[in-house]
């Protein structure tokens, strides 16, 4: 029987469990307990690194809305601008993105075809439409990161690498978990938070709670030198349908197929096809020549069924606290998905970058089905 000698161990140690950890850390005894010899090897350190406001959907919208001011006042983002693309054939489909989003808030705006010349140079004449997001930027992933390891570190957050969670006991009689280690170490919590990215529902099995059906969806990305150079003030390119995207990095291009890929967690690694798919589809909208596939990688996305994250007390486990399933946009609404869930687990009120948020739209509870 462990003593409950933290208030919080957050499993996973990438920007959900950095960002959730240092929040909690003002108020609360905190450990962090990360599987690899680092924090930010898995999804965290493979991000294509931008702040969209559309990105990931309405449902996500307030998230990345919320957590826009905290990253601009870090000197975490860097203005970009966004296009989406589309050609003739697509106009249905940029004209619902632009219902999708009409009341939320963000900023979309139609391009002209000269327009769209002017931002993507040497793009094909069959690319004549498209919506700018004007506000879209690049943000520091490492630096947000390793801002959010720095402020565990200067609140005395015990951090714990090398330190794959096997087990999770909860003792009804306290209420307390033991939180056992593959060395078979074991740590005593108050509460449990899950902030495994690919594995939380491999967590939440190895603490006896039903998984929520979160999903690792596999993304590619490759680093092109293309001729002429990618300008840096090229902005991010995406197709409205959802077929790719690129951006300008130091001088060479990132461009992924925007693939989602089901796959078991795991350290996830790019495939050839999904390359010289992104290729062959890149080459359809610009013409420029690809002269070195630089370095490729790929990484896990993890989806709820429904798309948005979790964060929220178990609906049937007490004490056990999901924070998982950021999808693709788990970077650009980190501050603000951090504060929502400290202010939950630490009874605290919402304040200026969350009054907004209506919390019960991501709670674990939109899952539990009742019987008729
Ligand atoms: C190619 C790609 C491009 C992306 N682009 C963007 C983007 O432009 N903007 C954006 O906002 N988001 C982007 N994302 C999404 C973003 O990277 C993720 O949403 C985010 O990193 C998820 O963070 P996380 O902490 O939940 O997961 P992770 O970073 O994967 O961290 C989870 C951690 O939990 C640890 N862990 C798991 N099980 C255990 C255990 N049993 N014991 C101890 N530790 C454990 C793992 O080792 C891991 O370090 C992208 C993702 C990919 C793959």
Same mark, same amino acid.
């Given at each position: 029987?462990?003593?409950?000698?933290?208030?919080?161990?957050?499993? =996973?140690?990438?920007?959900?469990?950095?960002?959730?950890?240092?929040?909690?850390?003002?108020?609360?005894?905190?450990?962090? %307990?990360?599987?690899?010899?680092?924090?930010?090897?898995?999804?965290?350190?493979?991000?294509?690194?931008?702040?969209?406001?559309?990105? =990931?959907? *309405?449902?996500?919208?307030?998230?990345?809305?919320?957590?826009?001011?905290?990253?601009?006042? =870090?000197?975490?983002? &860097?203005?970009?601008?966004?296009?989406?693309?589309?050609?003739?054939?697509?106009?249905?489909?940029?004209?619902?993105?632009?219902?999708?989003?009409?009341?939320?808030?963000?900023?979309?705006?139609?391009?002209?075809?000269?327009?769209?010349?002017?931002?993507?140079?040497?793009?094909?004449?069959?690319?004549?439409?498209?919506?700018?997001? *004007?506000?879209?930027?690049?943000?520091?992933?490492?630096?947000?990161?390793?801002?959010?390891?720095?402020?565990?570190?200067?609140?005395?957050?015990?951090?714990?690498?090398?330190?794959?969670?096997?087990?999770?006991?909860?003792?009804?009689?306290?209420?307390?978990?033991?939180?056992?280690?593959?060395?078979?170490?074991?740590?005593?919590?108050?509460?449990?938070?899950?902030?495994?990215?690919?594995?939380?529902?491999?967590?939440?099995?190895?603490?006896?709670?039903?998984?929520?059906?979160?999903?690792?969806?596999?993304? &590619?990305?490759?680093? %092109?030198?293309?001729?002429?150079?990618?300008?840096?003030?090229?902005?991010?390119?995406?197709?409205?349908?959802?077929?790719?995207?690129?951006?300008?990095?130091?001088?060479?291009?990132?461009?992924?197929?925007?693939?989602?890929?089901?796959?078991?967690?795991?350290?996830?690694?790019?495939?050839?096809?999904?390359?010289?798919?992104?290729?062959?589809?890149?080459?359809?909208?610009?013409?420029?020549?690809?002269?070195?596939?630089?370095?490729?990688?790929?990484?896990?996305?993890?989806?709820?069924?429904?798309?948005?994250?979790?964060?929220?007390?178990?609906?049937?486990?007490? =004490?056990?606290?999901?924070?998982?399933?950021?999808?693709?946009?788990?970077?650009?609404?980190?501050?603000?998905?951090?504060?929502?869930?400290?202010?939950?687990?630490?009874?605290?009120?919402?304040?200026?970058?969350?009054?907004?948020?209506?919390?019960?739209?991501?709670?674990?509870?939109?899952?539990? &089905?009742?019987?008729?």
């Amino acid at each position: 029987m462990p003593d409950g000698s933290y208030d919080f161990a957050v499993v =996973g140690a990438g920007i959900a469990g950095a960002s959730l950890a240092a929040e909690l850390s003002a108020h609360a005894k905190v450990l962090v %307990l990360e599987a690899e010899d680092a924090p930010g090897y898995h999804a965290t350190g493979r991000s294509a690194a931008f702040w969209d406001e559309c990105y =990931g959907g *309405p449902g996500v919208v307030p998230l990345t809305l919320a957590s826009g001011q905290y990253l601009r006042d =870090g000197g975490f983002l &860097t203005p970009r601008g966004a296009v989406h693309l589309a050609r003739d054939q697509d106009l249905a489909a940029l004209s619902e993105f632009e219902q999708t989003f009409a009341d939320t808030g963000v900023t979309i705006e139609r391009l002209t075809r000269e327009q769209i010349a002017a931002k993507v140079p040497h793009v094909r004449d069959e690319w004549r439409h498209a919506v700018w997001e *004007p506000a879209c930027a690049d943000i520091d992933v490492a630096g947000l990161h390793q801002h959010y390891l720095k402020i565990m570190r200067q609140r005395s957050v015990d951090l714990a690498c090398c330190a794959r969670v096997a087990k999770l006991k909860r003792y009804p009689d306290t209420g307390l978990w033991a939180v056992t280690l593959e060395s078979g170490e074991t740590y005593g919590a108050e509460r449990v938070v899950n902030a495994a990215g690919a594995w939380a529902d491999a967590l939440a099995l190895a603490g006896g709670v039903k998984p929520l059906g979160i999903a690792p969806m596999r993304r &590619t990305v490759a680093q %092109l030198r293309v001729s002429p150079e990618a300008p840096d003030d090229l902005p991010l390119v995406l197709d409205i349908n959802g077929g790719f995207y690129f951006k300008p990095e130091n001088g060479r291009l990132w461009l992924s197929p925007h693939d989602e890929i089901p796959s078991e967690p795991c350290d996830a690694a790019p495939e050839e096809i999904d390359v010289a798919r992104a290729i062959e589809r890149f080459e359809a909208v610009v013409d420029w020549q690809i002269e070195h596939v630089e370095r490729r990688w790929a990484g896990l996305r993890s989806f709820a069924p429904d798309r948005l994250p979790v964060y929220g007390y178990d609906a049937e486990v007490p =004490g056990f606290y999901w924070f998982a399933g950021q999808g693709g946009f788990g970077i650009q609404t980190a501050p603000a998905a951090a504060r929502l869930a400290a202010q939950e687990l630490l009874g605290l009120s919402a304040d200026a970058m969350t009054s907004g948020i209506e919390r019960a739209r991501y709670a674990p509870q939109r899952f539990v &089905t009742t019987d008729a």
